[in-house]
């Protein structure tokens, strides 16, 4: 019997589509990426085209020899990794490790796990994209250009260690600037003024607030006390007359079903999920959940990285049937509602949906996570609303003259305005639960509702997004009460609260926090919705950006040294238009309408342009500065610098004395230091908490979940690819060392080094690591015996921590930019975009080596205190 060999990249997902093939198809998972560029600065032949040299990703060797000994007894391959540029990539890898004359390789998309989407898949082969192929090569070579040659400007410029990727630091831009107005922002006063009325003659009706609008026909701002004051008086002593009343019936549309930045924002919004544990639940939701039926696992949601709100025919078709039965035929639009995408979408996939509506989230909850179960029940109540009626409100609007009956009015008339509604007809709210806003609600205004009538009034923006207080603006709000029956002409007189003053500051724009900044991006088209997370995490991870509580971004002084600098030096790739620019090309790479090298030649005459005048440029840093604290070591004065780190105390007779002091960290760290690793006991996230022994992990479900664990380091264990972390002898006086941290684990991993390892890769034989000797002259030595590299590190210049971005920083001292060796530079970049999976990740999350959306692997870095000398 013929025998087709089927090549996913999760395990999770080669269960579930085996379930559904049955007999004559094998199904293995390459598990990601198998092969990418290695981490040498001559992996990109920049003069012959840039032509690339690929490598078997270390670790990979075993899966890729069994995927070609399967291959070996099929007669036909279907390759159905990931349909987009990175799954189309490994399909290319793969198929070029299994080559073979005899077999037939075809490349298959499934875009639902379900038994429908898999035979879809299956009975629809193509041709492998070279195109597509050729898109992501050039993204992956721009972003090692970049990474490489920006990353060893930012070490020559400000400190040893850091690094910069093309897409994080313009996001890292957006956050720098957006702080920088928040503290250049000066409040200015303005006042609310309101005024309760009622009839002035039987029948007796509800009183109502209405708000002052106008004066003598024109806006009134009230900007102080003492104007505030007048009007008040004016309005105690006014005679008040309806002088307009209009109501009419108000339209709220549904928003259209979920892509990807519209996921990631509600999830951040209402759930408390950032952008990466947001794709990872999604991910195992896609692959499929064992619901104990059927045989096996079943896809709950369609391919979530998508820019398009199209949806199939045959999924409006069972939604629109389950509306009727679950809420009345009247909730059923007389048409299907019709949603455009966005301008710039490439429309590849379906808009995130259920893959059957008729599976409920109660109806499975029990089989679900916590967190699985909301970012489903997310996912349906959107959909379920986004083929349903608008909510119908009933709104009156009564606008309101003010005669003022005193001698000398500060204005001789004034306009209050009232206006309220009330729910007539829920329509879609009715599948919302009481959530209130809706990412991208806006957008939906022009939805073809019941067939094409557009939104009479839309949603508000997203809570983050909302814009700061302006004067008067409150004189538009809607009361979600009707109005008492009133008349024009009909005269009215003052209730309690009678005449009501309201002093207000304008407000600050909000910093972002991971909805917002998805938002962000994808307004000014920067990034695709595969690298939204991807992009967030990456600029968390090199502690340029810190998480306050609630979630907003402040930038560390770190940050803003990193930005100034590479704005000062007016590469193109901090513009954010410049940055929208290539991924439009970078599409039309992958639309067959651009060739790869054109791109490349074209970005790189200019970009190296640039960087060889930014060379010239004076360092980054800010100068020591005098001070008048006397060294305790030699009784010299002590000089305040500024390392990565922070600011600290340097002797100026260094390097004849090395004492250093810590000063108060005023980079604005949190208070509550969050990261993206999640507890192996309960799947909450962790954070960083500090006890009398130093920084540990902690659950966030204490005190119902205790578990803590040490910090990782940043490197992965050698033997067995955990985590390495210091490890304290329990006996006293015992040495610290640095192991796996699964030395304790059911199976033992006994990997020891008495000299702490350091993320940075060594840049004479590649190793992934390097350690830092201590004694006289600490050095940077590499891990591996017969390679010889040695690096000494060079106390007192300002570094005051030789660390990796994506690592936690290495104790006190750093080595000197000028001494690193060119090699050094580049490979920075490549740390933030390997780090290996923790024990914590997701179950169903894919691990694609060194490229493959960063989203789906959890941090694996933190950062580190300063220690003094």
């Given at each position: 019997m013929a025998k087709t060999l089927v090549i996913v990249e999760s395990p999770a997902k080669a269960k579930t589509i085996k379930k559904y093939l049955g007999n004559g198809y094998e199904v293995f998972a390459s598990k990601g990426h198998v092969k990418d560029l290695p981490k040498k600065q001559?992996?990109?032949?920049?003069?012959?085209?840039?032509?690339?040299?690929?490598?078997?990703?270390?670790?990979?060797?075993?899966?890729?020899?069994?995927?070609?000994?399967?291959?070996?007894?099929?007669?036909?391959?279907?390759?159905?990794?990931?349909?987009?540029?990175?799954?189309?990539?490994?399909?290319?890898?793969?198929?070029?490790?299994?080559?073979?004359?005899?077999?037939?390789?075809?490349?298959?998309?499934?875009?639902?796990?379900?038994?429908?989407?898999?035979?879809?898949?299956?009975?629809?082969?193509?041709?492998?994209?070279?195109?597509?192929?050729?898109?992501?090569?050039?993204?992956?070579?721009?972003?090692?250009?970049?990474?490489?040659?920006?990353?060893?400007?930012?070490?020559?410029?400000?400190?040893?260690?850091?690094?910069?990727?093309?897409?994080?630091?313009?996001?890292?831009?957006?956050?720098?600037?957006?702080?920088?107005?928040?503290e250049a922002f000066v409040p200015e006063e303005y006042w609310n003024i309101a005024v309760g009325l009622t009839a002035a003659s039987p029948p007796q009706r509800a009183p109502f607030v209405a708000k002052l609008a106008s004066a003598d026909g024109k806006k009134l701002e009230v900007t102080n006390g003492e104007t505030a004051a007048k009007v008040r008086a004016d309005l105690e002593a006014a005679r008040y007359r309806v002088a307009k009343v209009v109501r009419?019936?108000?339209?709220?549309?549904?928003?259209?079903?979920?892509?990807?930045?519209?996921?990631?924002?509600?999830?951040?919004?209402?759930?408390?999920?950032?952008?990466?544990?947001?794709?990872?639940?999604?991910?195992?939701?896609?692959?499929?959940?064992?619901?104990?039926?059927?045989?096996?696992?079943?896809?709950?949601?369609?391919?979530?990285?998508?820019?398009?709100?199209?949806?199939?025919?045959?999924a409006i078709a069972e939604v629109r049937g389950v509306v009727a039965k679950r809420y009345g035929k009247e909730f059923v639009p007389e048409r299907p509602n019709v949603f455009k995408s966005k301008k710039n979408a490439q429309d590849a996939h379906e808009a995130i949906r259920p893959t059957s509506v008729e599976i409920h989230p109660d109806s499975i909850k029990k089989y679900l996570k916590d967190e699985q179960y909301k970012l489903y029940k997310l996912i349906w109540n959107r959909f379920v609303a986004s083929q349903m009626n608008p909510a119908v409100y009933d709104r009156t609007t009564v606008e309101i003259d003010a005669t003022p009956a005193v001698a000398s009015p500060a204005h001789r008339s004034y306009l209050a305005r009232a206006s309220g509604r009330i729910l007539k007809f829920p329509g879609w709210l009715q599948v919302t639960e009481g959530q209130q806003e809706f990412a991208g609600e806006e957008e939906s205004a022009g939805a073809a509702a019941d067939g094409g009538a557009a939104a009479d009034g839309g949603a508000a923006p997203a809570p983050a997004e909302a814009e700061r207080a302006a004067p008067g603006a409150s004189a538009e709000e809607d009361s979600e009460a009707l109005l008492p029956d009133m008349k024009e002409g009909e005269e009215l007189a003052m209730s309690p609260p009678g005449v009501v003053t309201d002093q207000k500051f304008t407000q600050p724009p909000p910093r972002y926090n991971e909805g917002s900044l998805v938002r962000e991006l994808e307004k000014r088209g920067i990034g695709r919705p595969s690298t939204y997370a991807e992009i967030i995490s990456k600029v968390q991870q090199r502690a340029y950006v810190e998480k306050r509580e609630g979630g907003a971004f402040q930038p560390t002084l770190l940050g803003k040294f990193v930005?100034?600098?590479?704005?000062?030096?007016?590469?193109?790739?901090?513009?954010?238009?410049?940055?929208?620019?290539?991924?439009?090309?970078?599409?039309?790479?992958?639309?067959?309408?651009?060739?790869?090298?054109?791109?490349?030649?074209?970005?790189?005459?200019?970009?190296?342009?640039?960087?060889?005048?930014?060379?010239?440029?004076?360092?980054?840093?800010?100068?020591?500065?005098?001070?008048?604290?006397?060294?305790?070591?030699?009784?010299?004065?002590?000089?305040?610098?500024?390392?990565?780190?922070?600011?600290?105390?340097?002797?100026?007779?260094?390097?004849?004395?090395?004492?250093?002091?810590?000063?108060?960290?005023?980079?604005?760290?949190?208070?509550?230091?969050?990261?993206?690793?999640?507890?192996?006991?309960?799947?909450?996230?962790?954070?960083?908490?500090?006890?009398?022994?130093?920084?540990?992990?902690?659950?966030?479900?204490?005190?119902?979940?205790?578990?803590?664990?040490?910090?990782?380091?940043?490197?992965?264990?050698?033997?067995?690819?955990?985590?390495?972390?210091?490890?304290?002898?329990?006996?006293?006086?015992?040495?610290?060392?640095?192991?796996?941290?699964?030395?304790?684990?059911?199976?033992?991993?006994?990997?020891?080094?008495?000299?702490?390892?350091?993320?940075?890769?060594?840049?004479?034989?590649?190793?992934?690591?390097?350690?830092?000797?201590?004694?006289?002259?600490?050095?940077?030595?590499?891990?591996?015996?017969?390679?010889?590299?040695?690096?000494?590190?060079?106390?007192?210049?300002?570094?005051?921590?030789?660390?990796?971005?994506?690592?936690?920083?290495?104790?006190?001292?750093?080595?000197?930019?000028?001494?690193?060796?060119?090699?050094?530079?580049?490979?920075?970049?490549?740390?933030?975009?390997?780090?290996?999976?923790?024990?914590?990740?997701?179950?169903?999350?894919?691990?694609?080596?060194?490229?493959?959306?960063?989203?789906?692997?959890?941090?694996?870095?933190?950062?580190?205190?300063?220690?003094?000398?």
């Open positions: 001559n992996a990109v032949d920049v003069q012959n085209d840039f032509a690339e040299t690929y490598e078997v990703i270390e670790g990979k060797e075993k899966v890729l020899e069994e995927l070609k000994s399967a291959a070996k007894k099929a007669d036909e391959v279907l390759l159905a990794t990931d349909p987009d540029r990175e799954g189309e990539a490994i399909a290319f890898h793969i198929s070029e490790e299994i080559k073979n004359p005899r077999l037939k390789v075809a490349r298959v998309e499934f875009h639902e796990i379900t038994k429908k989407g898999v035979d879809h898949g299956v009975h629809n082969p193509r041709k492998l994209d070279e195109n597509l192929y050729d898109a992501q090569r050039a993204r992956r070579v721009l972003d090692r250009i970049v990474g490489y040659d920006v990353s060893a400007l930012v070490w020559s410029k400000l400190a040893f260690g850091l690094s910069a990727g093309r897409v994080q630091s313009v996001a890292l831009r957006l956050i720098v600037d957006r702080e920088r107005e928040i009419r019936e108000q339209k709220r549309n549904p928003p259209a079903p979920y892509t990807t930045s519209k996921l990631q924002q509600d999830a951040t919004n209402y759930l408390h999920f950032g952008a990466k544990r947001t794709m990872q639940i999604a991910q195992a939701l896609y692959e499929g959940i064992d619901l104990k039926r059927d045989g096996g696992p079943v896809g709950l949601i369609t391919y979530m990285r998508t820019d398009s709100t199209r949806v199939s025919d045959d930005v100034d600098g590479l704005v000062r030096s007016n590469l193109d790739i901090m513009d954010p238009n410049f940055t929208a620019q290539m991924e439009e090309e970078l599409d039309a790479v992958g639309a067959g309408n651009l060739k790869r090298e054109q791109l490349l030649k074209s970005f790189y005459k200019k970009f190296r342009e640039q960087l060889d005048k930014s060379k010239k440029l004076a360092p980054w840093k800010p100068e020591a500065e005098k001070t008048d604290i006397v060294c305790d070591e030699c009784g010299s004065m002590m000089l305040k610098k500024w390392g990565k780190n922070g600011w600290f105390l340097s002797c100026e007779r260094y390097p004849k004395c090395k004492a250093t002091r810590d000063l108060s960290d005023t980079r604005g760290s949190a208070a509550v230091r969050e990261t993206d690793i999640s507890c192996d006991k309960c799947g909450k996230p962790m954070i960083i908490k500090t006890g009398r022994f130093g920084d540990f992990l902690s659950c966030t479900g204490y005190p119902t979940c205790k578990n803590t664990r040490p910090v990782p380091l940043g490197v992965a264990c050698p033997s067995c690819g955990g985590d390495l972390i210091e490890i304290r002898p329990r006996k006293k006086g015992g040495r610290t060392f640095y192991g796996c941290s699964n030395w304790n684990a059911e199976q033992k991993c006994d990997f020891k080094l008495w000299q702490k390892p350091v993320p940075v890769p060594c840049p004479q034989c590649g190793a992934k690591f390097v350690t830092r000797t201590a004694g006289k002259k600490a050095m940077l030595v590499c891990a591996t015996k017969d390679c010889g590299f040695k690096q000494e590190i060079v106390e007192g210049e300002g570094e005051d921590g030789a660390a990796a971005p994506d690592a936690a920083s290495i104790a006190s001292g750093a080595v000197a930019a000028s001494a690193a060796p060119a090699a050094a530079a580049p490979a920075a970049v490549e740390r933030a975009q390997a780090a290996p999976p923790s024990p914590g990740a997701t179950k169903g999350a894919a691990d694609k080596g060194a490229t493959k959306d960063d989203a789906e692997k959890p941090a694996r870095t933190v950062r580190a205190r300063r220690t003094a000398s």
